[in-house]
């Protein structure tokens, strides 16, 4: 009635699925804790430690490469893909602080989702931080934010982003709104 040769193929790949799954998850989870460490070590303005620890997620990153060689499996799972975008917010943040710029990056190779989400996921970043600023009187910080996340949502506007990257991109607009707010707000508070 059935083909037991063809069900214990599919077996077969099926569980090297859920192993390749599980040792992706293991990594990703590790990779995507230590991407919300780095960013917390350049909010406290400690640039050595941020960058160290976005080296041991470079590492692994391409440790994982190397034990899942199929890129299909890798970008298809969620808590990979979720991994690397925390990884690119935590990337571009460092590229921001230390050298004022946002480009490209070029320790591993990244798809446009990640980078479209990760960019998105950046404004609040740079809104945080300049709130931090503006608290120790730097209010300058808020005004190159502002120019800052001007010229991203001028780059994302030009993309009509649906679905997932809709979402990220309104949140992106949300913070450049708050960004907006809080230089009213220091500008009628310093008359």
């Known amino acids: 009635m059935i083909n037991k040769k063809f069900f214990a193929q599919l077996r077969k790949d099926f569980l090297e699925y859920v192993g390749y799954r599980r040792q992706i998850i293991r990594y990703t989870g590790d ?3 230590k991407s919300k460490q780095a960013i917390f ?3 406290r303005e400690n640039l050595a430690e941020a960058k160290k620890t976005l080296g ?3 590492a692994i990153f391409a440790d994982l490469k190397k034990k899942i060689k199929n890129q299909e499996i890798l970008n298809s799972e969620g808590s990979y893909r979720a991994a690397v975008e925390e ?8 590229m921001f602080l230390e050298k004022g710029k946002i480009g490209e990056i070029k320790e591993m190779e990244i798809n446009f989702d990640s ?3 990760g960019v998105c996921d950046l404004t609040g970043e740079i809104v945080r931080r300049a709130i931090n600023q503006a608290n120790k009187g730097n209010y300058k910080a808020a005004e190159e934010a502002k120019d800052v996340l001007e010229e991203i949502m001028a ?3 030009q993309m009509n982003l649906t679905s997932y990257l809709r979402v990220k ?3 992106a607009k949300h913070n450049l709104k708050k960004i ?6 220091i500008k009628i508070r310093r008359g």
């Not at 990884?87 to 460092?94: D, G, Q, S, W």
């Not at 907006?180 to 707000?185: K, T």
């Open 169 to 171: 991109y309104d949140q």
């Open 87 to 94: 990884y690119v917010e935590a990337k571009l943040f460092c």
């Open 41 to 43: 070590s350049l909010h």
């Open 155 to 157: 780059e994302l506007i």
């Open 31 to 33: 990779a995507l804790h």
């Open 115 to 117: 980078y479209i989400g």
């Open 180 to 185: 907006e707010e809080i230089l009213y707000d």
């Open 56 to 58: 041991e997620v470079e």
